[in-house]
Nanobody, 116 residues
Framework: QVQLVESGGGLVQPGGSLRISCAAS????????MAWYRQAPGKERELVAV???????NYADSVKGRFTISRDNAKNTMALQMNNLEADDTAVYYC??????????WGKGTLVTVSS
C-alpha cells in the first residue's frame, strides 16, 4: 500500500506562485502514472494534472499553462509548480496514482488558499 505525504501548501495572493510536493513510499509510485487532485470546499474532488512513468504530462483545462507537474522516480517524489494562482485554485491538494478508480488510500493533502 502506497503512503503519501503532501506538503508545501499555504496562503498566497492572486497572481502569486506556490510549489507543493509529495513524498511517496512503496513500489507503486515508480510503477504507476501519478496525478495531483484537488477538492475545493463544497465541491467534488477533481483531477488537476497527470504525469506518466516516462514524464508525459496532461492538465485540466482550468490550470493548463499555469501549473507544471513533475516527478523524480529515484526519490519517489512529485511536485506541482503553480503560477498565476487564482481564487478558484483554493482547495486541498492530494497526490496519488492515476486513474482515480485505482486509488486505495488518500493522504491528508495540503491546503492551498488563494486570497488577498
Amino acid at each position: 500500500q502506497v503512503q503519501l505525504v503532501e506538503s508545501g501548501g499555504g496562503l498566497v495572493q492572486p497572481g502569486g506562485s506556490l510549489r507543493i510536493s509529495c513524498a511517496a513510499s512503496g513500489r507503486t509510485f515508480t510503477m504507476s502514472p501519478m496525478a495531483w487532485y484537488r477538492q475545493a470546499p463544497g465541491k467534488e474532488r477533481e483531477l488537476v494534472a497527470v504525469i506518466t512513468i516516462t514524464g508525459n504530462t496532461n492538465y485540466a483545462d482550468s490550470v493548463k499553462g499555469r501549473f507544471t507537474i513533475s516527478r523524480d522516480n529515484a526519490k519517489n517524489t512529485m511536485a506541482l509548480q503553480m503560477n498565476n494562482l487564482e481564487a478558484d485554485d483554493t482547495a486541498v491538494y492530494y497526490c496519488n496514482i492515476y486513474p482515480i478508480y485505482a486509488v486505495r488510500n488518500w493522504g491528508k493533502g495540503t491546503l492551498v488558499t488563494v486570497s488577498s
